[in-house]
C-alpha cells in the first residue's frame, strides 16, 4: 500500500473500491469452502478503514478552514 498521506482523494476512492470489491470476493468467491489465507479479509478490512479515516481527517481539516476564514455576525 502506497503511502495514504501522499496520494489524492480521487486514487483513494478508487483504491476503496477495489479493496471493497476484493473483499466482496474473499467473502462469497469461497463461500462453504475453507479459506487457505484466513487473514486476508481482516487485512482488507483494516486497509479500507485507514484509507476512510484519512478520507474523514481531510475533509475534517478543510470543513475547518472553511469556518475558520468565515466572519462572524453580530
Request: hydrophobic fraction near 30%; avoid cysteine; charge should be positive.
Amino acid at each position: 500500500m502506497s503511502d495514504l498521506k501522499t496520494q489524492n482523494v480521487e486514487d483513494m476512492k478508487k483504491e476503496i473500491a477495489e479493496k471493497r470489491e476484493a473483499l466482496r470476493v474473499f467473502r462469497f468467491g469461497e463461500s462453504g469452502s475453507r479459506s487457505r489465507n484466513v487473514r486476508e479479509g481482516r487485512s482488507l478490512r483494516r486497509s479500507i478503514a485507514r484509507i476512510l479515516t484519512e478520507l474523514s481527517a481531510r475533509t475534517r481539516s478543510a470543513d475547518k478552514g472553511k469556518i475558520a476564514s468565515t466572519p462572524k455576525k453580530m
